[in-house]
């Protein structure tokens, strides 16, 4: 069976599929100091914010933190590498596993809070950088009280810089990761050799939990209670994949499977790195900062380390420390803008839910500054303030995660989908304390899911009657019946609902045709059946079969709307015959707004006006324009 190329009818929509793999790939140790700028920075706010919430317990509350990475993410994420190995992520499972609009909602959901996710990561390292350079000892004095203007020209300057256009990102990233990593293993290396040197240290710290916690078995339970506290430790996971693109695979038929391979051992990696430095630094901060230096105001405040590398080493060593800080802290917002900028054009667009600048960089760079500044202002561009946010975004995508791969091995009847179900419900169980202790972060999550649908309920009524489709494709029957008709001059179609689909069916609906359209007697007629399939969906091809039932020549389609479908075929005859065809529809019977309501929702409605508004504004010559003839 042969068909018809598909005609070009519109730009064509984002694939539903994977976007190709960037011709510049890189190592995956490369690669991992992209996510790791966004995953390795929160060292420059994580311990303070520990010891802050959860007290003598962080170390405790941290070495939870760091079982659910290795045990409950890790497994989760390289499970979503090998089945995303193009980058898109838990949402695209997601997308994928579910049908129809409830998958559509729950993206749109997840997009809300990835946006709060990557616009706090933004906002939160911007401000943490602010706070290393005000706190600084060497310009303290000069530039005191700066916090917020320097938050506020660190969101200016990112966006500054995607508005000319950034290159080499991962060479930069390389640089930063490798000088903060070595930073702050020298600032936790010497730490742990004061706690060793002072043993009391540690022995009062033990003591301290045993007596405010009623013993061990005591300290571990509040410490799982705790935990949730400290969630902005497990930022890096949905990062890591959504870089994989940009990790080289192997040669040939091997490359998506070495690509997978590769990005399990980036989060191997990175996990593991994390989860040490975590140990080590909450350990050191808890014991060695002055707990009032960690509240708001104070000196170690949204930067323990930095107090630590003043302390330890000289204000020189201290600078060099801020300095890294600061550059790979402003680097993370980078990343976190280039994951909002990858992912509004992947899907939005593709659900018709995001007008036509959306697929623009800088349009989108200009919203999303806007946006962070609001956010810094809001929050008055403490860190603190925003952990509540940030945390509520990473766990619930990170929950989202654990879920979508839970579905897909019980789907597939794997063994491993009870151990993933169970990842699933301590995501979840850290998401509830998180939002009951902190609710702040599901307030603002939730603006972003209610600007996202609101975007969306509009962009997708504007563009309802937009061609939608990308293309038509004719098989081979379909293609003969097109030709033979257009032999006689003229090609008119018949738009029929299908029902009992007999020969006798399609004789009494050409008469009622003749009878109440006006359709000319004699010469050929094509009967045109579009079913809705997919509703829910924007774009795509157009393929049309030939069949024959009786005498009659019928084409045959499904698409996600039918008065689209029916104004792309027309336009696509017209361009393969050069013959302007006529379309005959009957009256519906429905009121006009549950006519409206079931084009919106279910690609359906009152078939023939909307038919002809999508071909007005398809094609502005009237001389040119397929004729919809309505009669009943």
Not at 41 to 54: D, M
């Amino acid at each position: 069976m042969t068909t018809s190329p598909p005609s070009p009818l519109s730009p064509p929509a984002p694939a539903a599929s994977a976007p190709p793999v960037p011709e510049a790939t890189h190592s995956w140790w490369r690669v991992m100091c992209l996510t790791g700028v966004d995953y390795f920075s929160t060292l420059g706010y994580q311990p303070g914010i520990a010891a802050v919430a959860a007290g003598a317990l962080a170390p405790v509350a941290t070495l939870v933190l760091v079982a659910l990475t290795l045990l409950g993410a890790l497994p989760v994420y390289r499970r979503v590498a090998a089945e995303s190995p193009h980058g898109e992520g838990s949402v695209r499972m997601l997308e994928r596993l579910l049908p129809g609009w409830p998958s559509k909602l729950l993206v749109l959901v997840l997009l809300g809070f990835a946006a709060t996710d990557f616009m706090i990561t933004i906002t939160l390292s911007a401000a943490d950088a602010a706070a290393h350079l005000v706190q600084n000892p060497l310009v303290r004095d000069h530039i005191a009280g700066w916090q917020m203007p320097a938050t506020l020209a660190l969101v200016l300057l990112l966006g500054g810089v995607f508005l000319k256009g950034m290159r080499e990102a991962i060479g930069l990233a390389v640089a930063l990761v490798g000088t903060y990593l070595a930073l702050n293993v020298a600032v936790i290396a010497r730490g742990l050799l004061e706690v060793a040197h002072h043993p009391a240290v540690l022995s009062g710290w033990q003591g301290t939990l045993a007596h405010y916690h009623g013993g061990w078995g005591g300290v571990a339970l509040t410490a799982l209670i705790v935990f949730p506290k400290l969630a902005l430790g497990l930022s890096g996971f949905e990062t890591g994949v959504s870089v994989m693109p940009q990790v080289r695979g192997g040669a040939g038929a091997d490359e998506a499977a070495g690509r997978v391979r590769h990005t399990r051992h980036l989060l191997v990696t990175a996990a593991l790195i994390m989860s040490t430095l975590l140990l080590g630094s909450s350990l050191v901060v808890t014991l060695l900062v002055p707990p009032a230096a960690l509240q708001t105001g104070g000196v170690a405040s949204g930067r323990a380390l930095a107090y630590l590398a003043h302390a330890q080493f000289g204000e020189g060593f201290g600078t060099l420390y801020d300095l890294s800080t600061i550059l790979i802290l402003w680097f993370a917002g980078a990343s976190a803008l280039t994951g909002l900028l990858n992912i509004v054009p992947r899907f939005l667009p593709r659900y018709g839910m995001a007008p036509e600048w959306a697929t623009a960089t800088r349009p989108l760079t200009l919203v999303f500054t806007a946006i962070g500044i609001f956010i810094t202002l809001l929050f008055r561009a403490d860190v603190d303030a925003q952990g509540g946010a940030y945390a509520t975004g990473v766990l619930v995508l990170m929950s989202s995660a654990a879920f979508a791969v839970t579905l897909s091995a019980w789907r597939a009847r794997q063994r491993v989908a009870p151990a993933f179900a169970l990842v699933t419900l301590v995501f979840i169980y850290t998401t509830v304390l998180n939002v009951i202790e902190r609710p702040d972060g599901l307030r603002i999550a939730s603006l972003f899911i209610l600007g996202i649908l609101g975007v969306s309920l509009v962009s997708r009524v504007n563009r309802s009657t937009e061609l939608r489709l990308s293309g038509v494709s004719l098989d081979l029957a379909a293609r003969e019946f097109v030709q033979g008709a257009a032999r006689s001059g003229a090609l008119r179609l018949i738009a029929h609902r299908p029902d009992i689909l007999t020969a006798r069916e399609y004789r009494d609906k050409a008469r009622e045709a003749r009878l109440k359209t006006h359709l000319p007697d004699g010469g050929p007629v094509l009967f045109l059946e579009i079913t809705v399939a997919g509703a829910s969906d924007f774009g795509g091809t157009l393929e049309v079969h030939g069949h024959t039932v009786g005498v009659h020549q019928v084409l045959r389609a499904s698409a996600p709307a039918v008065p689209n479908a029916i104004a792309a075929l027309l336009l696509h005859l017209r361009a393969q015959t050069g013959i302007v065809p006529d379309v005959y529809f009957g009256w519906d019977e429905k009121g006009p707004l549950t006519n409206a309501a079931n084009f919106l929702m279910f690609g359906e409605g009152d078939i023939a006006p909307l038919t002809r508004e999508v071909l007005r504004k398809a094609e502005p010559d009237a001389e040119q324009r397929p004729l919809v003839h309505v009669g009943g």
